[in-house]
């Protein structure tokens, strides 16, 4: 399960994998772009064969820039362009790392606990331990807990709980579902299969194939 049954939880985690794509794909651009402007500075050749100004910046930095592809002309060109390199993916991995390190853990946790929780919802015993999850929370979100239950308080639902009712089990795991954004669903008991009658004629075979035969006494 990556994504909550509720539409507002839905809605938010949905708004925030897209902000992290797009924070992705913003940085990877620039990174693109950086790097390849370092390589026009660090190749002075190319950039003195490129007579128009640069684009989308004035006529002092593009004389800036020039006299920058000028003093590098005296470096080794491998060297220069490993420390391009290296500058462009550490424009790319700070930024985007920093991001990841933050969301990440978050996202994949509850992931893990929405889809445990999932499964133990659908079973009775399952059922009694997201109730006593939810009685293990703080106290205030316990009487929260409490008081969206008509005539329940924090006692109750302890003594509910402890006693297996079901209507308080129910709430209880409700509630703890409700916290993942997930929908509960009780589990629906599983009906015994129909007695089909036995017909008569039926009956009355069997009952004269299993009764003892009599026995005559020949006649002395």
Do not use: K
């Not at 539409?7 to 790097?35: E, F």
């Not at 790319?92 to 919802?121: H, M, S, Y």
């Amino acid at each position: 399960m990556w994504y909550a049954q509720n539409p507002a939880r839905r809605t938010h985690q949905l708004a925030g994998d897209a902000g992290v794509l797009l924070w992705t794909a913003l940085w990877a651009t620039a990174a693109v772009v950086a790097y390849r402007l370092a390589c026009l500075l660090a190749l002075p050749r190319a950039l003195q064969q490129h007579n128009a100004p640069l684009p989308l910046v004035g006529g002092r930095v593009d004389t800036a820039l020039r006299r920058i592809a000028g003093a590098v002309d005296a470096m080794d060109p491998v060297t220069v362009r490993t420390a391009v390199a290296v500058g462009a993916v550490a424009l790319f991995v700070v930024p985007v790392g920093l991001v990841l390190g933050a969301w990440l853990p978050r996202r994949l946790r509850w992931i893990r606990q929405a889809g445990a929780a999932r499964d133990l919802a659908a079973s009775d015993d399952g059922r009694e331990l997201l109730a006593l999850r939810s009685l293990l929370r703080p106290l205030h979100e316990v009487a929260v807990t409490a008081s969206e239950i008509p005539d329940a308080t924090p006692g109750s639902l302890a003594w509910g709980w402890r006693h297996g009712d079901p209507d308080t089990l129910d709430a209880l795991a409700a509630a703890e579902l409700e916290r993942l954004g997930l929908d509960f669903v009780p589990p629906q008991a599983v009906p015994a299969p129909p007695i089909r009658p036995v017909p008569a004629q039926a009956t009355e075979t069997a009952e004269g194939a299993g009764a003892p035969e009599a026995v005559t006494d020949p006649v002395r």
